[in-house]
């Protein structure tokens, strides 16, 4: 099996931004750090979320996107796309990121973490990378990245190994959750909602969408 490590740890805090949306400030723009960080239950020590609505907490405290993946953006895009380019915390090297199941268990330097669910791009992520049609350009993609549940805090840093401990059986890709998302496919979100690990978020939208299936307008078309 290909070994994988961690490229680089990267860390933002708020900042004021023109661009920005019903927010006043963003931390997408994460940066690497040289030292060893720790990863505990929130998140990395030094990070921050403004939108910490829909951002954060105990279910995203590290988002991880492949070295691999950046570069495939980048030769799409005609732009080098650094480390935490995308609001990653984690650029790795050698891990099958897209192909990651929900509710998988890795060793992510000292931490054991837990993959939850696909990022779902924003409007905040588009006007960040200011690219005509980013969020659509970024389904079609299919290389969300995942966020991560800390399991066992630890420190990481870059150069750390990166393993997978474990994945469950009859999940689903993050990929394939992420296009899930996007077509309302109650069967797909019924299959992670059975994936002990997975996102509490995914209960309340598979309950708006099959109420909405329900409804006598759903039911008139």
Not at 185 to 209: C, K, M
């Amino acid at each position: 099996m290909q070994s994988a490590w961690i490229t680089s740890v990267s860390v933002g805090r708020g900042q004021p931004v023109s661009w920005a949306t019903r927010l006043p400030e963003t931390a997408i723009d994460k940066r690497p750090v040289t030292s060893a960080v720790w990863a505990g239950e929130l998140g990395l020590a030094g990070d921050d979320q403004a939108d910490k609505v829909n951002h954060g907490g105990p279910e995203q405290a590290i988002y991880v996107y492949a070295r691999e993946d950046l570069d495939w953006w980048g030769a799409r895009l005609g732009r080098v796309l650094r480390d935490g380019m995308f609001g990653e915390n984690v650029t790795s090297t050698g891990l099958d990121v897209t192909g990651a199941l929900i509710g998988e268990v890795w060793q992510l330097g000292g931490a054991v973490v837990q993959v939850t669910s696909p990022r779902i791009p924003c409007v905040m992520f588009r006007n960040w990378m200011d690219q005509p049609g980013w969020m659509r350009s970024f389904r079609e993609g299919g290389r969300p990245g995942a966020y991560l549940r800390v399991l066992t805090p630890g420190l990481i840093q870059a150069g750390d190994p990166v393993a997978v401990l474990d994945r469950p059986a009859g999940s689903v890709s993050v990929a394939a959750a992420m296009e899930a998302f996007f077509t309302r496919d109650i069967a797909t979100f019924r299959q992670i909602l059975a994936v002990p690990g997975h996102s509490s978020r995914y209960e309340p939208i598979l309950a708006d969408w099959l109420d909405d299936a329900r409804s006598p307008q759903s039911a008139a078309h």
